[in-house]
């Protein structure tokens, strides 16, 4: 079973930073943040490929980026600045074998437990 360990988030008054770190217990091709709020969906922020390649959601788009930390995808960092009050959430760590898109996240077979990110106006 892979286990994902997430750390960082914390609390952060709007146009602050903060930086997310998931680390894996073995490779997975697919890693990706994810937030959830109460009473809504889970939905995708920031997806890191095997390769480089990252997406994001449009209301992250400029403003956070996913990186690779270490060889084969072990670390992510999602670095998060000029943050707002709506992005405030329970932020997820999920990972996929294979190729998943981020806008399912029901696809994603292995989950983090979960760190709160709160902005502050």
């Known amino acids: 079973q892979v286990q994902l360990q997430e750390s960082g988030g914390g609390s952060v008054q709007a146009g602050g930073s903060l930086r997310l770190s998931c680390t894996a217990s073995?490779?997975?091709?697919?890693m990706a943040w994810f937030r959830q709020v109460p009473g809504k969906e889970r939905e995708g922020v920031a997806v890191?490929?095997?390769?480089?390649?990252?997406?994001y959601a449009d209301s992250v788009k400029g403003r956070f980026t996913l990186s690779s930390a270490a060889e084969r995808n072990l670390v992510v960092i999602l670095e998060m600045h000029s943050l707002k009050p709506e992005d405030t959430a329970m932020y997820y760590c999920?990972?996929?074998?294979?190729?998943?898109?981020?806008?399912?996240?029901?696809?994603?077979?292995?989950w983090g437990q979960g760190t709160q990110v709160t902005v502050s106006s």
């Open positions: 999920a990972a996929a074998p294979g190729w998943e898109d981020f806008s399912r996240a029901r696809s994603f077979r292995y």
């Open positions: 073995e490779y997975q091709y697919t």
């Open positions: 890191f490929y095997t390769g480089g390649r990252t997406y």
